[in-house]
Each structure stands twice: as structure tokens, then as C-alpha cells.
Nanobody
Framework: QVQLQESGPGLVKPSQTLSLTCTVS??????????WSWIRQPPGKALEWMGA???????YYSPSLKSRTSISRDTSKNKFTLQLNSVTPEDTAGYFC????????????????WGQGTQVTVYS
């Protein structure tokens, strides 16, 4: 059974870098044709796809966040990581990692496997 678990700090100060890790079990993140995404949902707003890393290691980013976002992976630990630079209070959101069977750059997607999510608050 595939499971994803997000981890990282719940509080981040403005201008700092947010770093979150998604630990995957039940499948290798290098398995063919899988994409590993980060999605967030600010309070009262819609889900926002942030970016993804493919099983072969290629990365894809939302144009609106590309300048501040980096996704990487540690295949030895079956984890992938989100880094979001220069955060502001507008980055306060629930952050989710997810598995897709293709590159899906939308907040919702059929067949998407979600982690439980983690709340991140940017405060001064």
C-alpha cells in the first residue's frame, strides 16, 4: 500500500526558506512513469499545484512559483523535498505531497494519492 507522509517545520519566519520532506512507502519513487508532486492550499483558497519531480528525476514547476521553488529527492531514503525560498505570510497554507501517474499540474487530479498534509504558518 502506497503511503506518503509530509514532515517539516510548522512555523517559518518571513524571508526564510521553507523546507518540507515527503517520505514514501510502498513504492519506489524511481518507479517508471510516476510523478511526485507538491500541492498547497492557503486558508479559504483553492488547491494550488506547486511542482513535481518525475521518477527519472526531471523537475517541473508552476510558473508563478518557479523562481522560489526547488524540488529534489533522496532515492536512497525514498524521499523527496520541497524548498520554497523567501517566504511571506501569503505562503501560509496546508502543504501536501502526492503521487500521480502522469504530470498533472492542477490542484485536483483523478487517481492522485495524497499525503495527510502539514500546516505551515509564516509569521513575523
Amino acid at each position: 500500500q502506497v503511503q506518503l507522509q509530509e514532515s517539516g517545520p510548522g512555523l517559518v519566519k518571513p524571508s526564510q526558506t521553507l523546507s518540507l520532506t515527503c517520505t514514501v512507502s510502498g513504492v519506489s519513487i524511481t518507479s517508471n512513469s510516476l510523478y511526485w508532486s507538491w500541492i498547497r492550499q492557503p486558508p479559504g483558497k483553492a488547491l494550488e499545484w506547486m511542482g513535481a519531480i518525475a521518477s527519472r528525476g526531471s523537475t517541473y514547476y508552476s510558473p508563478s512559483l518557479k523562481s522560489r521553488t526547488s524540488i529534489s529527492r533522496d532515492t536512497s531514503k525514498n524521499k523527496f523535498t520541497l524548498q520554497l525560498n523567501s517566504v511571506t505570510p501569503e505562503d501560509t497554507a496546508g502543504y501536501f505531497c502526492a503521487r500521480d501517474f502522469g504530470l498533472v499540474d492542477t490542484g485536483k487530479a483523478p487517481g492522485r494519492k495524497w499525503g495527510q498534509g502539514t500546516q505551515v504558518t509564516v509569521y513575523s
